[in-house]
Every structure is written in structure tokens, then in C-alpha cells.
T-cell receptor, first 115, second 112 residues
Framework: GAGVSQSPRYKVTKRGQDVALRCDPISGHVSLYWYRQALGQGPEFLTYFNYEAQQDKSGLPNDRFSAERPEGSISTLTIQRTEQRDSAMYRC?????????????FGPGTRLTVL | GENVEQHPSTLSVQEGDSAVIKCTYSDSASNYFPWYKQELGKRPQLIIDIRSNVGEKKDQRIAVTLNKTAKHFSLHITETQPEDSAVYFCAAGNQAGTALIFGKGTTLSVSS
């Protein structure tokens, strides 16, 4: 079946603009995770959902970052008033079951560049 | 919170040699330890995982060992091949459902 997909794959924006990054998890997967991955580093947790409920947002860097998953499927990560330091690869992952011990499948990522 | 340390950051081996990557974790509640392989420009992909009820798991040339007492786990790749060259990440998770905490990665280079 189809894997996790993300759009756009690349996003270039100017400082101060808002961006919305979309994640389409594997159909039927309960949990959805957002990570940020700097070049040469491991994925860094941002936030995650079980169904439509945001379970943990402790990894969001500040209040310019927010995420939603209103119908328990597609999720959007929004960054308001972008800054250059927000430039990174943003990846989402999904797992079939909730709980932190189920296999997470990663999407291809959105490469965000803030000029 | 959980902290995962991974060593070495780079590893170069000759084709056919073995490669070992080690990780330590801090949270005794962690009970799930996956390993991901990430090739250049690609997404991380799970290659093997281990849960805390076993001490070792093997899948062909890849094995993972876990020492819960010492809070460390290791990835072992035998008979390495050039296509094993990639960045490998360890991670730790737990049943409470918090997200995976990743190590900083090991760049493995296998030369023929």
C-alpha cells in the first residue's frame, strides 16, 4: 500500500511568512508524529497525535509552531512568522497502534528553507 | 526526559568486516529500541528493533543486543557490503507513548 506522504517536498519562503506542511499517514494508522531533522542529525521530536488528539507537544520549539490532525488522518504542521533558524527537513511518521513501541514509518520529508 | 547517546559518529570498515554501533539510554522506562538506516537523500527506514523482554535479536547479517541493566544496546552488522554504507540511527521509546528519542547517528562507510 501507499506509504507516508508529505507535501510540499520543498518549500522556500521568506522570513516572516507563514508555512503549512502536510502529512498523509498510512491509511488506518492511529499515531502520527512530527520530527525535525537537521543535516547530519537524528530526527528530533516535535509533537504527536493519537487519532485527532494531540498527545504531546513538548518538542515544539516555541508558540510559532502548531499542529493539528482534525479528522484523525491528515495532519498539518504550521509555522508562523518563519525565521531562518526554522530551515530544516520536517518529517512525519505514522504507526499502526498507539503507544511508543510500534514501528514508525517515515515520510519523505519537507525541506524548508527560510530566506 | 530520555537521552540517547550513540557512538561512534563515523565508522569505516572494509567489505566483509563486521561493524558495531553502540547506544546508551537514560530512562529506565524505555522498552523499545529500533534501529533506522538512512541513505543519502532518503527517509529513515527501520532495519531491526528489539523490545526489552529479549536480550538479542537477529535478522540475517544484522543483530541487535540489549543490556537493560547497563542501559545500552548495540547494532552488529556482519559481512558488510558497500550497500550497507549509510547513516544509522538508534532510538528509544516506551509504552507510555511518547515519541522516539533518536541518537545523533553513525555514518558507516564500507569500502570494497
Amino acid at each position: 500500500g501507499a506509504g507516508v506522504s508529505q507535501s510540499p517536498r520543498y518549500k522556500v519562503t521568506k522570513r516572516g511568512q507563514d508555512v503549512a506542511l502536510r502529512c498523509d499517514p498510512i491509511s488506518g494508522h492511529v499515531s502520527l508524529y512530527w520530527y525535525r531533522q537537521a543535516l547530519g542529525q537524528g530526527p528530533e521530536f516535535l509533537t504527536y497525535f493519537n487519532y485527532e488528539a494531540q498527545q504531546d507537544k513538548s518538542g515544539l520549539p516555541n508558540d510559532r509552531f502548531s499542529a493539528e490532525r482534525p479528522e484523525g488522518s491528515i495532519s498539518t504542521l504550521t509555522i508562523q512568522r518563519t525565521e531562518q533558524r526554522d530551515s530544516a527537513m520536517y518529517r512525519c511518521a505514522s504507526s499502526r497502534d498507539r503507544g511508543g513501541t510500534d514501528t514508525q514509518y517515515f515520510g519523505p520529508g519537507t525541506r524548508l528553507t527560510v530566506l | 526526559g530520555e537521552n540517547v547517546e550513540q557512538h561512534p559518529s563515523t565508522l569505516s570498515v572494509q567489505e566483509g568486516d563486521s561493524a558495531v554501533i553502540k547506544c546508551t539510554y537514560s530512562d529506565s522506562a524505555s522498552n523499545y529500541f529500533p534501529w533506522y538506516k538512512q541513505e543519502l537523500g532518503k527517509r529513515p527506514q527501520l532495519i531491526i528493533d528489539i523490545r526489552s523482554n529479549v536480550g538479542e535479536k537477529k535478522d540475517q547479517r544484522i543483530a541487535v543486543t540489549l543490556n537493560k541493566t547497563a542501559k545500552h544496546f548495540s547494532l552488529h552488522i556482519t559481512e558488510t557490503q558497500p550497500e550497507d554504507s549509510a547513516v544509522y540511527f538508534c532510538a528509544a521509546g516506551n509504552q507510555a507513548g511518547t515519541a522516539l528519542i533518536f541518537g545523533k547517528g553513525t555514518t558507516l562507510s564500507v569500502s570494497s
